[in-house]
């Protein structure tokens, strides 16, 4: 932890967390609260909400910020992610929980800021994620968790260094399954599938009721997607020394890719 504290480079990733996150929240709920400004000339402008256009804000931004601070911080942007990102040894503990420190601020301070754009709205939730009609606890939390373990299953496949066959964008893939798993969730639950962004909401607007859904869904998802891949569809050989050695100091360590090709390795970078 104090190799990585006195580091510059650490608080850059730290702060690009922040103002990436400040900028996703921003762009993604503000592209949902749109609907409710019609533009007047426009004779078929509607006040409904229109699903596909808030999936593909949500995706496209979060793909855009992965692009811009990527190389800087690993652009994790979801305290899911980085909980996959800790338990799949790629960052320090405390690198996570600086993390979603940061994510959790960014999320608020953008959903401040949206509140005084959008305060001529009645009743203006701010994107506030909620149980639908008929939805109950169990059931939300079942949709949260698995749209969430198909986000990070996605980050953990795309992002594995071990791997020579993955063509085209990360980012965008990354980007495509966000939006994925709002088409799934928007129904249901709003979508959380990201902690620090239903905290933003809720904290602005004051309403936890069952906030705890979209805590406990993503972490549930996120560590399950983690688990799984890690030691599941693609085991890596470490022992636990070499994973506290990351947990608590951020070292780049090696791992080896169990199968036939006992030569592959790769190194396991914070990101």
């Known amino acids: 932890m104090a190799i990585e504290f006195r580091k510059k480079i650490f ?3 730290v702060v690009a967390e ?26 078929t402008s509607t006040r409904s909400q229109d699903n596909v256009k808030v999936s593909l804000a949500f995706g496209l931004s979060i793909a855009t910020m992965a692009q811009s601070v990527g190389h800087i911080s690993g652009a994790h942007l979801n305290p899911a992610v980085t909980l996959g990102l800790l338990l799949s040894c790629q960052i320090s503990i405390f690198k996570a929980l600086m ?32 149980l639908s009609e008929g939805i ?23 992002t594995d260094r071990r791997r020579n066959d993955v063509s085209g964008s ?5 980007g495509l399954s966000v939006a994925l798993g709002h088409l799934l969730a928007i129904d249901y639950t709003g979508c959380g599938i990201n902690p ?7 904290l602005i607007a004051n309403n936890f009721e069952n906030h705890w859904i979209f805590w406990v869904g993503p972490i549930i998802g996120g560590a399950s997607a983690a688990l799984i891949y890690d030691f599941i569809l693609a085991p890596r050989t470490s022992d636990l020394t070499d994973r506290m ?21 790769v190194e396991m970078k914070p990101k």
Request: proline share 3%; aromatic share 10%.
């Open 11 to 13: 608080w850059r990733a």
């Open 18 to 43: 922040f103002l990436a996150m400040s900028l996703f929240i921003f762009i993604s709920i503000g592209s949902a609260l749109g609907f409710n400004f019609p533009v007047v000339a426009n004779k």
């Open 99 to 130: 993390y979603i420190l940061a994510q959790c601020l960014g999320a608020v301070v953008a959903t401040a800021i949206l509140s005084g754009v959008t305060s001529s709205l009645p009743g203006n939730s701010l994107g506030l994620n909620a």
């Open 136 to 158: 109950n606890a169990g059931q939300g939390l079942g949709i949260e968790i698995i749209a969430t373990f198909q986000l990070v299953l996605c980050v953990l496949a795309t």
């Open 170 to 174: 990360a980012p965008l893939a990354i």
């Open 196 to 202: 620090a962004r239903s905290f933003g909401s809720a």
């Open 245 to 265: 050695k990351v947990w608590t100091s951020g070292q780049v360590e090696e791992y080896d890719l169990e199968g036939d090709d006992m030569n592959s390795r």
